[in-house]
T-cell receptor
Framework: GESVGLHLPTLSVQEGDSAVIKCTYS??????FPWYKQELGKGPQLIID?????GEKKDQRIAVTLNKTAKHFSLHITETQPEDSAVYFC????????FGTGTSLTVIP | KAGVTQTPRYLIKTRGQQVTLSCSPI?????VSWYQQTPGQGLQFLFE???????NKGNFPGRFSGRQFSNSRSEMNVSTLELGDSALYLC????????????FGPGTRLTVT
């Protein structure tokens, strides 16, 4: 089955800096890659996604890049703000969703 | 459009009991997936229902079961509760086609004592 891994369990950045969270996957048949943000006491919120026929997607301060050859995709957050502090989950999907274990991002004011 | 709702939000049960959790998907969504979230294991897929049929199943014991009704609402049941079943149970809904976005509810926090 699919295996999804996050490179960093925690990440701290200064407010205004950029944050990059990288995720790897094992199944080359996976073709949909969403990123979720989970704040304390809430369910995961879909923030951006990318499909395998696209290399990059951007939505304001958030972007996702996909490298199908290397089987990894990354979440990029620019001009980070304290409210970006949360746990971020990546997922890979073929027939079902496989989630990584999450990266806890802390933005220091 | 209302989001995914889950009831109850919090639940405390005793080992050996059973529990039923409920999920109402976004209007128009026909697929409901259930996940178990624990600090050590992250998000683990339980099962997915589409048009009242279980379409996918994760690697959980038979004590975990679910069903979906004709209005797409779904329930999951855990029988003979164990301490290790304490977790946040999340459901997510989608239109049901491949490569669809999944939207999560707030979850039900289950504590087994």
């Amino acid at each position: 089955g699919e295996s999804v891994g996050l490179h960093l369990p925690t990440l701290s950045v200064q407010e205004g800096d950029s944050a990059v969270i990288k995720c790897t996957y094992s199944d080359s048949a996976s073709n949909y890659f969403p990123w979720y943000k989970q704040e304390l006491g809430k369910g995961p919120q879909l923030i951006i996604d990318i499909r395998s026929n696209v290399g990059e997607k951007k939505d304001q301060r958030i972007a996702v890049t996909l490298n199908k050859t290397a089987k990894h995709f990354s979440l990029h957050i620019t001009e980070t703000q304290p409210e970006d502090s949360a746990v971020y989950f990546c997922a890979a999907s073929g027939n079902q969703f496989y989630f990584g274990t999450g990266t806890s991002l802390t933005v220091i004011p | 459009k209302a989001g995914v709702t889950q009831t109850p939000r919090y639940l405390i049960k005793t080992r050996g009991q059973q529990v039923t959790l409920s999920c109402s998907p976004i209007s128009g969504h026909r697929s409901v997936s259930w996940y178990q979230q624990t600090p050590g294991q992250g998000l683990q897929f339980l099962f997915e229902y589409f048009s009242e049929t279980q379409r996918n199943k994760g690697n959980f014991p038979g004590r975990f079961s679910g069903r979906q009704f004709s209005n797409s609402r779904s329930e999951m049941n855990v029988s003979t509760l164990e301490l290790g079943d304490s977790a946040l149970y999340l459901c997510a809904s989608s239109l049901g086609y491949r490569l669809d976005e999944q939207y999560f509810g707030p979850g039900t926090r289950l504590t087994v004592t």
